[in-house]
């Protein structure tokens, strides 16, 4: 079959500002047939994303193509004047943004958006633009496919924002897709309905598509080919199969490995029955609320020293919360926070400085976590100030120590976060927290925004400086591979509650919570043909696609539970069930069902 | 991480850091900022030294022909009462500059506490302070200067002062919303959690992140508070005869335009140059602080 996009020596420079060129991407070669999937992997600033950009001829304010063809269809792109580019573009080739949300006008509704591009390009009128449109959200699986179009872009959740996305890309049908990092950002199990959703449209279209992404679980699902890209350069190109199965280069296989898989379960960690005030830190019956609505239900957790208790759920369920109100920054409604057996009050400005110190919160977002406006000195010398008391020499020596401590060069002391990347800001976030000396730190998705490999170094830091300084962490997360490699024990939140808890090893075995168990089935593993296995099973066609819903009585995952028991589920709070010491599940289900399943047919029998 | 790793993941930031290290050295005044700064200190050294630069005193009748185009004596010619214009601009740019500098210094003072004070505050003072403000807006603000300063009667602080109020309102509007931006941020919270307490929050976290839209607006504020002096002069509630003040003096003269006299023009030209300057400075200013954070470059 003949190339539907070739490229040739594909060479990219960028312009830091004020600066000279300095070259992005060196010299790539691919093609793609139609109805292929070529994957682009690498990290932030291996040039993945201005590769995908070039397909459509076009470069990134600052940047600049400099060498090279990009033919489609036997054309070359770069050589096209304005309006042929502009005619080529949404027609011809299509892009997929990584954020949906920040992608979409969020006044204009829906079908005005997603049929722009085909009434734009001449190609249909406006009515039928619209009654194809319906045709992709069919196909794209989405609900009510009649009316959402009618909708704003916040009425939809984000999986669905995705995926209509993705339909506004087809508008057109075009003959290349290009999909930059288009799951990235959505919970595990809101992941495979969009993966599924572009398979599905992928195979039927027959377009030929470049999957952008830096996670190889998620391209081993989808793509055909992979090229794995390091600072610019291909580092190794070949079929899925190969690159999986038999990793060529060394870096690779560092990616690779990068990938963390749920650990087997070799920590046996047993639970000894302490009372709760020798704990370091206890939460107790806690509810939170933002005004009238109720975020946290009856939480129970607690924390011990040099112990990390991973916090897991999807987006929506109260993780941040959780350590809002343990910080201090939402008062709870009804409920007590315990430091080493005594109550602390509720809210930060009923706190001492010496309480204040002893727990520390480390924001996901490093980027609006620092002020931009002060030096990397400044941030971390006032709590220096704040709560040791030193005077500007001390503060300055320990700053320099601090940096150290997280694996930065003391110079940076100087900059400005502006001038850090990404991963050295979250450690920047992280020396802050440190330099109070807390006992407890507080960590809300701290590696979420940050790619495979620089994630996995933080994590590193993390347990290297629970090991030298002893500190314990509520290491907040929805990435469950993240937490179980990670953490001694494991808090499973849903819709506000406490739905299991217990060490890693319990958690990761049967007998689980059903959602505990969706939420394993869910995370990617890294072999092909995984997606297809598990949108087959039970847990996946029943608690995918569906938002969670805050409710006060009964189970809050009744509806999306396979194993739901009409009226009583829902009507009653479910009871907690203990296996072992340490392990709780709540659930109605006894432990003995939980362990082996349920026979569906009975349970469709009972409904 | 291993070295080999953080090579890989910061390799692209090199550049870009170097490069805007280099930047911040590099924040010499443009040629556009000197113009302005010289244009300012040459107005500031004209008000400070204007009894020792100005040939004749400002009410001193220097000839008995009014609205004179040039003559030897007087260079920029006579007003309406053949009193000097270039007498009377030199020690007008002490009334003009100086109360209109003042007016804003203290509405900017005041209105930025408290629209940060009403963005931080619990909801109850924050309702206190904008409605309060709202109530003052609703009159349009020349009516409401005749009623201040013709309840209190008129005196130059007194004028300054109801400036200074009018100004602030506005003033407090602005820095009440950049402040509800800023106060949402992950820093502040940071801050908050630390257990900061309001005034840290405002001077370090807050204010340093909204100090470029206020010294815009210092500029236009300023502009704007030269004007309405001048015309709270020309209703005769500003300064008073015979006081110099540009807007005055625009206003005096604008009978001259007609025997084409450049009375009129001249004051106003010099309005114009002490505005544009300012204008042009905070320009500078602003595109100053923006090249502290680079753009990102990264893919």
Request: aromatic residues 6%; contains cysteine; proline residues 5%.
């Amino acid at each position: 079959m003949r190339n539907l996009l070739e490229v040739k020596n594909l060479c990219v420079q960028g312009r830091p500002p004020g600066g000279e060129y300095v070259p992005i991407v060196k010299g790539i070669d691919f093609s793609i047939k139609p109805g292929e999937v070529l994957a682009l992997i690498g990290e932030s600033g291996s040039g993945k994303s201005t590769i995908s950009l070039s397909t459509m001829g076009y470069a990134r304010p600052g940047c600049r193509i400099s060498k090279g063809e990009v033919l489609l269809n036997g054309e070359d792109v770069l050589l096209l004047d304005k309006q042929s580019r502009r005619n080529l573009r949404g027609e011809k080739v299509a892009y997929v943004a990584q954020s949906a949300a920040a992608s979409f006008n969020p006044s204009l509704r829906i079908n005005k958006q997603v049929t722009e591009a085909p009434t734009l390009h001449g190609i249909m009128k406006e009515d039928e633009a619209v009654n194809h449109a319906v045709e992709l959200y069919k196909s794209l699986d989405l609900p009510n496919p009649e009316t959402i179009g009618k909708r704003y872009p916040h009425q939809v959740s984000g999986g669905q924002l995705q995926r209509l996305m993705a339909a506004m890309a087809l508008s057109c049908t075009p003959d290349l897709l290009v999909l930059d990092e288009p799951t990235t950002a959505l919970d595990v199990t809101t992941q495979i309905e969009v993966l599924k959703a572009f398979k599905v449209i992928i195979s039927r279209e027959n377009t030929a598509a470049i999957y952008v992404s830096h996670d190889l679980a998620v391209v081993a699902q989808v793509a055909d080919q992979i090229m794995v890209l390091r600072n610019g350069e291909m580092v190794e190109q070949g079929s899925t199969e190969q690159i999986i199965n038999h990793p060529r280069h060394e870096y690779t296989k560092t990616l690779m490995s990068a990938v963390r898989q749920t650990p087997p379960c070799d920590q046996a960690h047993e639970e000894d029955q302490a009372d709760a005030d020798s704990h370091l830190l206890g939460v107790r019956n806690l509810t939170a609320a933002y005004g009238p609505v109720t975020i946290l239900r009856d939480v129970n957790v607690v924390v011990d020293k040099m112990e990390t208790i991973g916090v897991i759920g999807e987006s929506g369920c109260g993780k941040s919360t959780m350590a809002r109100v343990i910080s201090g920054i939402l008062p709870p409604v009804v409920g007590e926070i315990r430091l080493d057996g005594s109550v602390l009050p509720g809210a930060v400005k009923g706190r001492s400085r010496e309480e204040l110190k002893r727990i520390q919160f480390v924001f996901q977002m490093a980027d609006v976590a620092l002020n931009p406006r002060q030096t990397i000195g400044k941030i971390l010398g006032r709590p220096l100030k704040f709560y040791h008391d030193m005077n500007p020499a001390q503060c300055k020596e320990r700053v320099g120590e601090l940096l150290e401590l997280v694996e930065l060069p003391r110079e940076f002391a100087k900059r400005f976060p502006g001038e850090l990347s990404g991963g050295q800001k979250q450690r920047v976030n992280l020396a802050r927290a440190l330099a109070a000396e807390p006992e407890v730190i507080l960590c809300d998705e701290v590696t979420s925004a940050l790619d495979t490999v620089v994630a996995a170094s933080v994590i590193r830091l993390l347990e290297s400086l629970q090991e030298r300084l002893g500190v314990s962490y509520v290491f907040i997360s929805h990435d469950l591979s993240t937490v179980a490699a990670f953490a001694d024990r494991i808090v499973v939140l849903y819709a506000g509650r406490v739905v299991e808890q217990g060490p890693t090893s319990r958690v990761l075995s049967p007998p689980f919570h059903p959602y505990t168990k969706l939420l394993l089935s869910s995370v990617p593993e890294l072999r092909q043909g995984w997606l297809e296995d598990v949108a087959e099973t039970q847990e996946a066609r029943s608690g995918i696609a569906r938002d969670v819903t805050l409710s006060a009585v009964g189970c809050p995952f009744t509806d999306r539970c396979p194993m739901s028991i009409k009226g009583v589920c829902d009507t009653q709070s479910a009871p907690i069930r203990k296996p072992v010491a340490g392990h709780e599940i709540a659930c109605h289900r006894e432990i003995e069902e939980l362990i082996t399943g349920v026979n569906l047919a009975e349970v469709s029998a009972s409904a | 991480m291993t070295p080999d790793n953080a090579d890989a993941s910061e390799a692209i930031d090199s550049p870009e850091e170097q490069n805007s290290n280099k930047k911040r050295d590099n924040l010499s005044l443009t040629p556009v900022a000197w113009v302005s700064i010289l244009i300012i200190v040459f107005w500031v050294v004209v008000a400070v030294f204007a009894p020792v630069l100005a040939p004749f005193d400002k009410a001193d009748m220097v000839s008995f022909e009014s609205f004179k185009v040039v003559d030897e004596a007087s260079f920029l010619g006579t007003d309406y009462l053949g009193r000097d214009v270039l007498s009377r601009i030199i020690y007008g740019a002490r009334m003009t500059l100086g109360l209109a500098l003042i007016a804003t210094l203290i509405s900017f003072t005041t209105g930025i506490v408290l629209g940060f004070v009403a963005a931080i505050s619990p909801g109850w003072i924050d309702q206190v302070l904008s409605r309060t403000v709202d109530a003052i807006m609703a009159f349009p603000s020349i009516m409401l200067a005749l009623i201040i300063i013709g309840g209190v009667g008129t005196s130059l602080p007194v004028v300054i002062l109801t400036v200074a109020l009018i100004d602030a309102t506005r003033v407090f509007r602005l820095s009440r919303a950049l402040a509800l931006d800023a106060s949402v941020m992950d820093y502040v919270v940071v801050a908050r959690a630390r257990g900061e307490g309001v005034n840290w929050i405002m001077l370090h976290e807050i204010l340093p992140n909204t100090i470029t839209p206020l010294a815009a607006e210092f500029g236009v504020r300023y502009t704007f508070a030269i004007l309405f002096i001048s015309s709270l002069s020309f209703l005769g509630l500003g300064v008073q005869p015979p006081g110099a003040d540009w807007g005055v003096m625009v206003k005096e003269n604008l009978q001259g335009l007609l025997y084409g006299a450049p009375a009129a023009l001249i004051p106003a030209a010099c309005i114009g140059t002490i505005s544009v300057a300012i204008n042009l400075l905070v320009d500078w200013f602003l595109h100053r602080s923006s090249v502290m954070i680079p753009e990102e470059l990264t893919g």
